[in-house]
């Protein structure tokens, strides 16, 4: 399987809706959607378009000291940690809440592979 399949793969699995059974888990995967919404769109395009050229001009007010490559790759497994963390801030006091913690953990590895996978396809598209 190449990189772009596996990125496909894997975006799906960082930002598709997780169905949990928790009212609490419902809350946080609300309370961590502009993180992954922030996450998501440069690497959307990516998807859809196979770069997010876009993040690198100076004039773009959303991706502020995101220039090369390799400060693409910071910001976005920055923010997959951010979510991360936000997830492992859950106290998870039941199984319920267990199993649903357990979920958006896998999505939040997910959208590190996924932000790993988008660094080399973008790293890969800059050297031409």
């Known amino acids: ?15 598709h809706w997780l169905k949990l059974a928790t009212d609490r888990a419902k809350d946080l995967q609300v309370d961590l959607i502009l993180t992954s919404d922030a996450l998501a769109g440069p690497l959307y395009s990516i998807l859809t378009n196979g770069n997010c050229n876009y993040v690198f001009d100076e004039n773009e007010k959303r991706f502020p000291g995101v220039l090369t490559v390799e400060d693409f790759r910071s910001w976005a497994v920055q923010l997959a ?40 396809i973008q790293n890969e598209q800059n050297r031409y």
């Open 81 to 120: 940690e951010e979510y991360r963390k936000g997830v492992e801030d859950f106290n998870a006091s039941d199984i319920a809440k267990a199993a649903d913690r357990a979920k958006l953990l896998e999505k939040a590895a997910a959208m590190y592979r996924t932000a790993e996978l988008a660094y080399q």
């Open 1 to 15: 399987m190449n990189t772009n399949e596996r990125f496909k793969i894997e975006f799906d699995n960082a930002f």
